[in-house]
């Protein structure tokens, strides 16, 4: 066996006076750098419900699912960690660019069952009137309105969704599935008003 060089042995002490290069991981916080990619994490606040986050996802951790129940519809939004490759795909499609944002959090490891490593948030979802499919989350259609401005008037749907919501529109009781003119005021899917514009 032989003698340490000088130059380790100069490892050695300096190690000993300045201490350990290591972090102290997980005993000790760890300051991460200002563009890690952790976790990402909903901001309900500022997710519309768009889904684009889910449609780029690679390792499939986000997914949704609607679901309607007398009358009201919702859209639940759910990300798996336990899944996620921390890719930032989401964070860079996000439709407001603040709805999912990555996250300075790593360390994932945990002794619980994987459904902790979840997070869901839902999201109100606007329904045709005529046929109860789903239009378009709540959420969504008021970013569009104030990221249009006045032209946001040139969509039908859009008009009379901020009608609906001002309380100054009502809507006509009618037959099941019957389209009359008078529908050209309600709020409709693509598929009906297309029937109400070009049928009726």
Same mark, same amino acid.
């Given at each position: 066996?032989?003698?340490?060089? =000088?130059? $380790?042995?100069?490892?050695?002490?300096?190690?000993?006076?300045?201490?350990?290069?290591? #972090?102290?991981?997980?005993?000790?916080?760890?300051?991460?750098?200002?563009?890690?990619?952790?976790?990402?994490?909903?901001?309900?606040?500022?997710?519309?419900?768009?889904?684009?986050?889910? @449609?780029?996802?690679?390792?499939?951790?986000? $997914?949704?699912?609607?679901?309607?129940?007398?009358?009201?519809?919702?859209?639940?939004?759910?990300?798996?960690?336990?899944?996620?490759?921390?890719?930032?795909?989401?964070?860079?499609?996000?439709?407001?660019?603040?709805?999912?944002?990555? @996250?300075?959090?790593?360390?994932?490891?945990?002794?619980? $069952?994987?459904? #902790?490593?979840?997070?869901?948030?839902?999201?109100?979802?606007?329904?045709?009137?005529?046929?109860?499919?789903?239009?378009?989350?709540? &959420?969504?259609?008021?970013?569009?309105?104030?990221?249009?401005?006045?032209?946001?008037? #040139?969509?039908?749907?859009?008009?009379?969704?901020?009608?609906?919501?001002?309380?100054?529109?009502?809507?006509?009781?009618?037959?099941?599935?019957?389209?009359?003119?008078? &529908?050209?005021?309600? =709020?409709?899917?693509?598929?009906?008003?297309?029937?109400?514009?070009?049928? @009726?």
């Amino acid at each position: 066996m032989g003698f340490p060089k =000088l130059t $380790e042995l100069k490892e050695i002490i300096t190690a000993l006076i300045k201490g350990p290069y290591t #972090s102290g991981f997980p005993y000790k916080k760890i300051k991460v750098p200002d563009r890690f990619k952790g976790k990402p994490v909903f901001n309900e606040d500022f997710c519309v419900g768009c889904t684009a986050c889910v @449609s780029v996802c690679p390792a499939k951790a986000l $997914e949704f699912k609607d679901e309607i129940y007398n009358g009201k519809a919702k859209r639940v939004l759910k990300i798996r960690w336990d899944r996620c490759i921390f890719c930032g795909n989401c964070e860079a499609n996000c439709l407001t660019e603040k709805g999912i944002k990555l @996250s300075s959090e790593f360390d994932l490891a945990t002794l619980k $069952e994987r459904d #902790s490593l979840v997070q869901e948030i839902e999201k109100e979802l606007l329904l045709c009137e005529n046929c109860n499919e789903i239009i378009a989350p709540v &959420d969504q259609l008021f970013w569009v309105i104030n990221k249009l401005g006045p032209l946001y008037t #040139s969509n039908t749907t859009l008009v009379f969704f901020k009608q609906k919501f001002l309380n100054i529109s009502d809507s006509v009781k009618k037959q099941e599935n019957e389209i009359l003119r008078s &529908d050209r005021f309600s =709020l409709l899917c693509p598929r009906c008003r297309r029937k109400v514009v070009f049928i @009726s």
